[in-house]
Structure formats: C-alpha cells, structure tokens
C-alpha cells in the first residue's frame, strides 16, 4: 500500500466519519470559503473528540502524508485544506459551555464565532470575535482575533484562559499561563504551527447593553479623514470599522450612489443606548448618511448578518498597520479606489489603541500592540491574468500607503512568502516562535498556515 493508503487505513474505527474522493458528500466536505482554491485531498476526517484527533495526527505524521486542519475555512490562503493529503475537520466539534459562576465559556475549536456570541450573549455576556459570524473560533483566536471588541475588551486572545491541544507527537495537553507557559504564549497569536486546538476557554466580559450596526457615508477625503479622527478620540467602548469602496447596489441607497466610492461603516458600541447616541453623534454629524442601521439590540443580531454558503470569493489582499489617516492618505485611497478598475475593491481601516495597547508586545505572540490603525486593502479577480493586475495594483497602492509603522496581522495574510510572515511575527517574537516551534513540531508536520520554520 501507499504511505496515504497506510494512513487512511489507520484511521479505520474512528467515532468520526472518514470522507474519501468517492463519497457523495467528498465535493462539499472539501469547500473551503475562499475562491481560487481546489484542493482534492486524499481523506476528509470529520472528527468527533479529541481521540480522533490524536489518531489522524499520529497516522499523517508516521506516514509522511501532508496534514491540514480546518475550522472554520476561512485561510485567505487556502490552508483549510491539502492536495492530496489528510484534512482534520473539526466542523462536528461545535460544543460550547457556560460556567456562569466562573464567569467564562468554553468551545470545542469546530465552533463558529457567531453561535459562541449567541450563547454568551444571552447571560449578558461576551467574548470578542472578528467580523465574521461563520469564522472558525479556533482559527482566529490562533491568529490574536481583532474585532468589535478589540478597543474594549482586547483581542480574542486577551480573553483566553487556558487551551486543549493535540501536539505533534500525539499527545493530548491542557495549557495555560502555568501549564506548558511558552506554548500557550505561541498559540495565542502564533497560528496553527504547534498543533490541533481542541478546546478553548474564554473569559467572559459584561455586554448587558450594545448599539451597532452598518451606517453609508459619503467618502470625500474630509469624510474619511474626518471618520479615522473621530474614531480615534472615541470612547473606548466603541470600535468602527471604515470600508471604503465602490457602492454596491444595495436597495436602500439613492440610485445614484451605486459604483461610487462610499464608507460603509461597522460601529459597535458596548454600553447603554444613550451613551451611545452621544458616542455616534461625530460621525453622524460629517455628511448626511445615505444609510444609518446603527441601534440599541442584541449584538450577535446587530453585528452578524446572514452570510450566503455559496459565496466563494476570489481575491487577493494586502494587510497592514498606518500610523494615522489624514487628508492626504485619505486622498489616496478614495483616488485608488475610484480610478480601480477591478470588479470590486476596498480598502478596511480599523482604529485599534484600547485595550489592544494596553497588553505588552511580549506578552502573547501578536506583538503589534501599539499599531494605531489595521489596514487591509484588496481586489477581486476574475481569471489568472486578472489576478496579476490586481497583485500589482495593491503591491503599489500598499507601498504607497506605508508609514512608519510597520507589520501584517497574520490573520489577513494569503500567499504572501516568509518576508510577510516576517512582518507578523517581528524580531523577538520570531526568534522565541522559532523555538517553541522546533520544541513541539521539530519537522514541522504543522506547516499549512502561515508557516514558522522550527528553530535549527
């Protein structure tokens, strides 16, 4: 038999289900959410507990089969999956527990962001995800978790506890701040190099009141530049997200509106309503909105809209941290959007600072804590030659809006080679990865993500 053979036959007996190329479900087992990626891998190993896991990990790393893990299937890079090699997919460990007098929840790594909202918010409670409700819970925890909390409460990770792991030589560990100390402070902004999360537990933050939602605003430069100020000297409890971008034709926009460059605004605001109304009045007050959805209610409801299962975008991005917004960089970036010829593009800024800063840059493995604003600027192409052009236009336009502070979020990155994994991870922090990594996987049988080499 072939070494995939072997380890497909290892994996027999398993409480989970095996999927192989010639199951009926193999092709929708198989999607990941981006477009652009079609991974055909040998075995598909939906697995039910943390046995299962151990399993594929010892039968990949024994035979020498290529290894990946999904969660959610969001990987800008595809790494949800392999050609030809084993997928562990979590999507049937989804359990989620509350401990309200500890005051935290604990998720199974299967679980998405938007039922784990769910079930904290109804105790009043949250713990804070990025801007998607399907995400993975455990890919983005993994890679530091930057959302509508980040200002309030820190990044997902700034809420983890503790964490059960599958490493590569099969062991099964319960980490946290004590308990295999390194290795809690590489998963906590290091990605998915050290091993197959199983379970996280969160700390759990007040939210007995919230306002959010979607607010359209005119992008002129003294708009945009007017937004980024506002959401600086905002109160913590609010963070924003700015989409600057052709307007979609969305029916509750004047006609006239749709294909140019709007704001189309996230604002989330954790407190009572009418702290609220005061904290949204600033970015009300800089051009009549063409749309304004933000309210007092539930914030699973507010902030995670419905996604349709069958959109497989195809896109290529650039992630980045500025210094500020002004004028000119306003300039900029509507000039870059309007003359855009792509099918669609956006620039997202987000306003970090908060509670983001206040954790010391050595203190968990996403280190860029005192970046002011996360940038992420990106493109949708229709075929190969249409990916090249775009590839070009945000290799330029990203230069062109580089400042002085630099770095990627490893969370946003695709295809982008070491030197932008270089960029997430800077100086120290990837020295110490590097050890940790050799440490826990020394040949590196966890490299589909954004991959640390072990330490030689």
């Not at 289900?17 to 598909?44: Q, T, W």
């Not at 990990?57 to 089969?65: E, F, K, Q, S």
């Not at 409460?153 to 599958?166: K, P, R």
């Amino acid at each position: 038999m072939s070494a995939v053979q072997t380890a497909i036959a290892a994996l027999k007996g398993l409480k989970g289900k095996l999927i192989l190329p010639s199951d009926a479900d193999y092709d929708a087992a198989r999607k990941v959410m981006y477009g652009g990626f079609d991974p055909r891998p040998a075995v598909i190993v939906r697995v039910a507990d943390a046995a299962d896991i151990q399993r594929a990990v010892t039968a990949a790393r024994d035979n020498g089969v290529e290894l990946a893990v999904r969660s959610g299937g969001h990987s800008n890079a595809g790494h949800g999956s392999s050609e030809g090699g084993i997928v562990i997919d979590l999507r049937d460990m989804k359990a989620i527990a509350m401990d309200a007098a500890a005051g935290t929840l604990t998720a199974e790594t299967g679980a998405i962001a938007l039922d784990v909202t769910r079930a904290a918010g109804e105790h009043g409670k949250v713990v804070g995800f990025g801007d998607a409700g399907t995400v993975g819970v455990g890919g983005i925890t993994l890679g530091g978790g930057v959302g509508y909390m980040a200002r309030k409460y820190g990044l997902s990770i700034d809420s983890l506890l503790n964490a059960e792991i599958v490493t590569a030589d099969g062991r099964l560990l319960t980490i946290d701040a004590t308990h295999e100390p390194d290795l809690f402070w590489a998963i906590r902004g290091g990605g998915g190099n050290f091993g197959v999360v199983t379970r996280l537990t969160y700390r759990l933050s007040p939210l007995p009141e919230f306002a959010g939602g979607m607010m359209a605003l005119p992008a002129t430069p003294e708009t945009l530049a007017g937004f980024m100020a506002a959401a600086r000297n905002a109160s913590e409890n609010l963070s924003t997200i700015a989409n600057v971008m052709p307007c979609p034709p969305m029916p509750f926009v004047p006609a006239e509106v749709h294909g140019k460059p709007v704001i189309l605004a996230m604002l989330a605001y954790s407190g009572p309503a009418a702290e609220a109304e005061d904290a949204l009045k600033p970015f009300r007050e800089l051009a009549t909105p063409y749309a304004d959805f933000v309210k007092a209610g539930d914030y699973a409801q507010l902030m995670y809209p419905p996604e349709d299962p069958d959109y497989h975008p195809t896109a290529v991005a650039r992630t980045m941290f500025m210094n500020c917004v002004g004028i000119d960089e306003a300039k900029l970036i509507i000039d870059e959007i309007t003359r855009s010829d792509a099918t669609f593009s956006v620039v997202q800024l987000r306003e970090l600072g908060g509670a983001v800063a206040r954790v010391a840059p050595d203190a968990t493995a996403y280190a860029h804590r005192r970046a002011p604003i996360m940038v992420n600027v990106a493109a949708f192409y229709t075929d190969a030659a249409d990916k090249l052009k775009r590839e070009a236009w945000i290799a330029d336009f990203g230069g062109r809006l580089e400042q002085e502070e630099k770095g990627a979020y490893v969370n946003f990155l695709g295809l982008d080679g070491p030197q932008r994994i270089d960029a997430a991870y800077p100086g120290k922090t990837l020295e110490r990865l590097r050890q940790v990594k050799k440490r826990y996987d020394p040949q590196n049988l966890f490299h589909r993500n954004q991959n640390i080499a072990p330490a030689t």
